[in-house]
């Protein structure tokens, strides 16, 4: 589904900040090298990542899911001087790619890649999170987001990508839909979760911005 016109996306994408010149490069090489490059962040988005983290300028910033990288790259543009990101992502055939433009992007010494599941890894992450980006598997979303919890502290920001899930939300359910309805599940609990702030911002897929209480 589509939220807006292509010409209204091109308007917006035009009257935002330009993606920086690395990105434009990451974003060739996943399209020609990768399979599903619409997965990618892409500008627009990549850009209110970026303007996110400028703005609440974490020290320690926890991604799930890396695929190529773009995202991260985006996220640790406002982060801390001594902070650190950590990414993880199950994909052992990305691992070398996402290195070669963390370390390209200036942000290297700081990103740290965990291959693997990250609802067994991030419980062995000794960090106090101020900013996590849920960008993997929707269906394991809800699992995603209690690890995550456990790392937070008040005011630390969890974003959720993907929660318009192409418009199907508001569409009539197939009860073998297993992923839209864990969206659909996962969208409501955040709204209702007691010890979070949330408000769902359509931009691209939807992304949602929740603060910890």
Not at 5 to 26: A, V
Not at 102 to 113: E, N, R, T, Y
Request: glycine letters at 6%.
């Amino acid at each position: 589904m589509h939220f807006l016109s292509p010409l209204l996306e091109d308007y917006i994408q035009n009257h935002s900040e330009d993606e920086p010149e690395i990105l434009q490069e990451l974003t060739r090489e996943t399209h020609i090298k990768v399979v599903r490059p619409r997965m990618l962040t892409g500008h627009f988005q990549g850009r209110v990542l970026s303007m996110l983290s400028k703005i609440i300028n974490p020290k320690n910033i926890l991604e799930i899911g890396t695929y190529t990288g773009y995202s991260a790259i985006c996220l640790a543009e406002g982060m801390q001087k001594n902070g650190q990101l950590h990414t993880v992502d199950i994909n052992p055939e990305l691992s070398d790619l996402q290195r070669r433009y963390f370390d390209k992007s200036g942000f290297g010494s700081q990103i740290v890649q965990h291959l693997g599941d990250a609802i067994e890894i991030i419980p062995n992450l000794d960090l106090t999170f101020d900013l996590i980006f849920i960008d993997a598997e929707k269906t394991e979303y809800p699992e995603y987001l209690e690890a995550a919890l456990k790392k937070t502290k008040t005011g630390s920001i969890i974003l959720s990508d993907n929660v318009l899930w192409s418009g199907k939300v508001v569409e009539p359910l197939n009860p073998k839909d297993k992923t839209t309805k864990t969206v659909i599940d996962y969208n409501r609990n955040l709204k209702e979760d007691t010890r979070l702030e949330t408000v769902l911002l359509p931009i691209r897929d939807g992304l949602t911005l929740s603060r910890v209480r």
